[in-house]
Nanobody, 119 residues
Framework: QVQLVESGGGLVQTGGSLRLSCAAS????????MGWFRQAPGQEREFVAGINWSGKSIYYPASVKGRFTISTDSAKNQVYLQMSSLKPEDTAVYYC????????????WGQGTQVTVSS
């Protein structure tokens, strides 16, 4: 089993920055691929970043590339999402997730943390 707890969300003005953290636990957590997703009201969940615990195989969609940076600290079992140049359309609940490499579906999810960007 893998447990994920996000923190760091909040209210920020357009153009501001936030860093989200995901505390990961579980015996096999570092064998999983980690990701960040977001979901805005009335919209489908969107992938925003993915990474291996080695810090490699990093992917971003075009909507956040150049503004968001995902990273890991394997000594602390933490995954981070540094967000900069935030826009109102980045407003959403952000979720940390984990999946077994080779599987398409993320099977472990945190409870989410709210990010609100004011205009």
């Amino acid at each position: 089993q893998v447990q994920l707890v996000e923190s760091g969300g909040g209210l920020v003005q357009t153009g501001g920055s936030l860093r989200l953290s995901c505390a990961a636990s579980g015996r096999t957590v570092t064998s999983h691929r980690m990701g960040w997703f977001r979901q805005a009201p009335g919209q489908e969940r969107e992938f925003v970043a993915g990474i291996n615990w080695s810090g490699k195989s990093i992917y971003y969609p075009a909507s956040v590339k150049g503004r968001f940076t995902i990273s890991t600290d394997s000594a602390k079992n933490q995954v981070y999402l540094q967000m900069s140049s935030l826009k109102p359309e980045d407003t959403a609940v952000y979720y940390c997730a984990a999946r077994v490499p080779g599987k398409n579906e993320y099977e472990y999810w945190g409870q989410g943390t709210q990010v609100t960007v004011s205009s």
